[in-house]
């Protein structure tokens, strides 16, 4: 709760703050302050010290889980916008306009963590959307920007309707709006309006798989993430993904159920379409940050294995799997940023120019291939054994470990780039700050890599 | 603690190394920390060490626990003789960025040591995977023309084995009563038999690809070509034995069933495998590509011998783990030496070394010999063992490896006949000092193959234990 009104707030103050001053860098420190407010705030609640009393007829529910995962999401942006403070200020006119957004689709994120209602649902997903247009077409003269904005705009109405759809008739089938497991009757074993709950659900689980980008739901993502400003394609892929993923495995651990034997086949076909989609297609980019939407693609698919099971593996795994994944992205993005242009040719050579800048960005490739040591390992260990505990076929497991071997392979040409090219990288001079902030989200992945005890001991207080 | 000590001593020195710039300075850190190390893994070997256990992850239950017994003393010293004689060796060669080399090479040591110790499933798969990533940027950077291609197939041939491996390691986990990564646990899972091939199955794909077997071998002759000799050294003699090792530690005890149920197969494709290698070395004129050739022959005999599942073959095997390594080691010693300073691998342009250099022909006859697996050297010890081994398992499996031996005697023959002997052709002419402190390693290690050939007593005493866990009748 605390979250949820914290946020709101905290954006309409950021939205007026242009008003007070027209300085970026006060902006950017106003915004940095607000989201530790937010943590604070949140972990007031989480510890138990402090929750703002308000009834809200059970329609929300505020979960250790739930809680946490707002902690790793504040933090999360937080980085991030300690990070590229700077290359958002270089964006549109008001820099103070897209922190307030940021705010607001953190308020859309504690809706998300903590519904207990699909109309609570329905909107945490709305408020999450509809700042994320706008931050795609927030470079106004770039048509690309334009484009991308109107194309995720047009489907992403198109696909809330479908999960309007898929709520109404799960409204049909249970008569309320609430989240409830799905009743089983004592003697035939049967689930009451299976067929009109199953529709509902299959409408929900496709639109959610527009949201997390799942192929074969997926065609919006290369031209969206590659159309926005790279900075903001940095926060659609880590912390708004991370948030929808969160939403879709909450909501089927309770409901999957429903679905009987449907459910594995469905997301079966699912997932092996998303790894096919993005490791295969990612292989042939010529542009590092179409690569990059394709391995978010791809990676989403390993994501998924959490969705099979109820298990402890899958909810702790998930939770891994998003920091991992949104750390060493948030990275990368922040490599990016600072390239002249997005060819793996532009990094040739990157090696010899700025030795640190190399050894981290190889550091976040390494972890998003899962090479041990780094966070991106026990995500993707996390996940196996979730799939493996669930009983699933060991063929599925196999198939998706032939896949994250194909990831190694367009990961590790950029390092090969890097390290063995020869060439003049065309990258902007960094200075030492910059290289030292990076530094900090490579030590992070390392941290994980090693300890990942250390994050998730926070689920068991 | 003196398990933990032996892993740190490296990973420390290879942090500082990044950080000292003085190529003279670099040489002497690195030295000075795998003599450390080899210190320590002769103290660990002849008195014994305790286990070293901690809590690693709770959540999973996987602990960080080191563990020696005779088979991982005996690749423990292995390892750390390998990696002063290697350093000392190549300290003459002239290499870019020293210190970031040797500090790989240390990091390296650190993975390899770590696989050789680890006494917890995950951690295996850790220390596996750590030992591959130092490997590939050392081949990459520092390798030859090829380089980037070829350590790139071996680096995805070798990421997609142990990915196999790590399924496996799940599959087993998820089964064990105890929800652990135990070495003593995964004894103990509760697998049915078909299961059982199952993880077997996802096991030797790992060990296969990293021996190599017959027909996963096919990154391995370009990797060894193609990586700075340093690091061939480290690939071949020591890495490879990850592979053996793997079978021995983790497929025989625990999938004992499915492996004699698959040891035909797989001695199949093993002696198919040292036929194969033998051929190709035999008309192979680049003196790398011929010594790489000769090692996977060597390999597959010793994976033939431990398919063979009797006491005998095992006993040769880890005999021959450690004398192939020192056997090896010093055949690369010496076409480095050859390499470095007459700029020439090919046989064809070489002659008449036992003239120029008398110390170093001497040492090629000698490590020759020892390549055949002459009598008085180690390696006799070993491949008497293993032979004997596959005459009792199959007497015609025996025979056609023992074609090998023949084939072997030719390719090293000729070898030292083009190198050796002859009129001192120009290229060989160009070697005119002799490079001091290779020759004392190759002096070193060829007192070693000498007196494990004359007296291999301590090296059974050392093994016995293993031995023993394996065949309790």
Known sequence: MNAIIASALLGVLMMFSSWITDNEKTHTRIALVGLLTLIVVNCLQLNGLYTIPLDTKGMLSFTQFGLFVNTILFILTFLYVWLNGAEIAKIGNHAADFYALFFFILCGASILTSFNNLLMLFIGIEILSIPLYILTGADKKNLNSNEAALKYFLMGSFSTGIFLLGIAFMYGATGTFQITTPVVHPTTGMIREQLMLSAGLILIFASFNFKVSAAPFHFWTPDVYDGAPTVFTSFMATIVKATAMIAFVVLFHSQFKALGYAWNILLTFVLLATLFVGNITAVFQRSVKRMLAYSSIAQVGFMLFALYGATSFATEGILLYIMAYSVASIGLFGVLIKMKEYSFEAFNGLAKKEPMVAAITTIFLLSLAGIPLTGGFFAKYYMLNAAVQSGLGLWLVLVAILFAAVSVYYYFKLIQAMYFAEGDPAIEPLDKGYQYKLLVFAVLILALGILPNVFLSYLYF | ?473
Not at chain 2, 316 to 341: C, K, M, P, R, T
Request: charged share 10%.
């Open chain 2, 1 to 473: 603690m003196v398990l933990l000590s032996i892993l740190s001593v490296p990973f420390i020195a290879a942090i500082i190394l990044l950080f000292v710039k003085q190529d003279e300075k670099a040489n002497y850190i690195a030295i000075a920390a795998s003599g450390i190390a080899l210190a320590l893994s002769l103290n660990i070997a002849f008195n014994g060490a305790d286990n070293f256990d901690a809590m690693w992850l709770s959540s999973l239950n996987a602990r960080f626990t080191l563990t020696a017994d005779g088979l991982s003393k005996i690749l423990l010293l292995l390892t750390c003789l390998s990696f002063p004689a290697i350093l000392i060796a190549t300290s003459k060669n002239q290499v870019k960025h020293k210190n970031q080399f040797l500090s790989l090479m240390l990091f390296a040591q650190t993975g390899l040591l770590g696989v050789f110790l680890a006494g917890d499933a995950l951690l295996f798969y850790f220390f596996w995977e750590l030992a591959l990533i130092p490997v590939y940027f050392l081949c990459s950077i520092w390798g030859g023309e090829k380089r980037v291609a070829v350590t790139f197939k071996f680096f995805i041939y070798t990421f997609l084995g142990s990915l196999f491996m790590l399924i496996g390691i799940i599959y087993v986990y998820t089964h064990t009563t105890d929800q652990s990564f135990a070495y003593a646990s995964f004894k103990a899972a509760t697998l049915t038999a078909g299961q059982k091939v199952t993880a077997f199955a996802l096991f030797f794909t790992a060990f296969a690809i990293k021996m190599p077997i017959f027909p996963l071998h096919t990154w391995q002759p370009d990797a060894y070509e193609q990586s700075p000799t340093a690091v061939t050294m480290v690939l071949s003699a020591v890495m490879v034995k990850m592979g053996l090792y793997g079978v021995i530690r983790w497929l025989m005890p625990l999938f004992p069933d499915a492996f004699s149920a698959h040891s035909n197969f797989v001695m199949l494709l093993s002696i198919i495998g040292i036929l194969y290698a033998s051929f190709i070395a035999i008309r192979q004129d680049d003196m790398k590509r011929l010594i790489a050739y000769s090692s996977i022959a060597h390999i597959g005999l010793m994976s033939a011998a431990l398919f063979s599942n009797t006491e005998i073959g095992v006993q040769g095997v880890l005999i021959q783990l450690f004398s192939h390594g020192i056997n090896v080691l010093g055949l690369w010693i010496i076409a480095d030496v050859i390499e470095q300073q007459t700029g020439t691998r090919s046989l064809q342009a070489m002659g008449g070394l036992a003239k120029q250099n008398p110390t170093l022909g001497i040492l090629l006859v000698g490590f020759s010999f020892a390549n055949i697996a002459l009598p008085l050297t180690n390696a006799f010890v070993g491949e008497f063992l293993m032979f004997n081994a596959l005459f009792q398992f199959n007497p015609w499996m025996a025979a056609a490896a023992g074609v090998s031996v023949v084939l072997a005697a030719i390719y090293t023959l000729n070898m030292v006949q083009k190198c050796a002997y002859g009129e001192v052709s120009e290229s060989i002419q160009k070697m005119q000092t002799p490079n001091l402190p290779a020759q004392f390693v190759l002096i070193v290690l060829f007192l070693v193959v000498l007196i494990t050939g004359v007296y291999p007593a301590p090296l059974f005493d050392l093994t016995a234990d293993t031995l023993q866990q394996l065949f309790i009748k």
